[in-house]
């Protein structure tokens, strides 16, 4: 026997799939969503008849009863709220907290020490702080 015959053989083979991948219109994932929405129909049942899988069709779902099927993901949502402040107001920004070093010491303590404060002071306080369990 030749050593090439007991090596295993090497097939290639082509893909002429291109995938998967399907575009919907939006009438279409309508259509869709409320076809799942019928009495006696299964959503496992409308997913396989259409080739989609259920997690697609929940997501199709969720977005269409929020109104936002066939939209692109919004970043901010604004709602519009009632006796809520004039669009026109703004409030002021919150005072800016001067910048400070915390440490904490177990459960029971905590130790504040602002920016300013001598840090050698602070170093000989906290070597001298015995802390009793």
């Known amino acids: ?17 291109t995938g998967r991948r399907r575009r919907w219109t939006d009438a279409e994932k309508i ?13 496992a049942e409308v997913a396989r008849r259409h080739e989609i899988s259920r997690s697609m069709l929940y997501d199709w779902r969720y977005r269409h009863k929020l ?22 107001v703004v409030p002021p920004l919150p005072e ?16 504040t020490i602002p920016a300013g404060f001598d840090m050698e002071t602070a170093a000989r306080l906290l070597n001298g702080l015995v802390v009793g369990r």
């Open 1 to 17: 026997m030749d050593a090439h015959e007991d090596t295993p053989r090497i097939q290639i083979l082509s893909v002429s799939d």
């Open 31 to 43: 259509r869709i969503v409320e076809e799942s929405r019928r009495d006696g129909v299964t959503l």
């Open 96 to 111: 800016p907290q001067p910048p400070a070093m915390t440490i904490d010491l177990g459960d029971r303590y905590r130790i």
């Open 67 to 88: 109104g936002l099927l066939g939209a692109p993901a919004a970043f901010i949502r604004l709602v519009p709220m009632d006796g809520g402040p004039r669009p026109d």
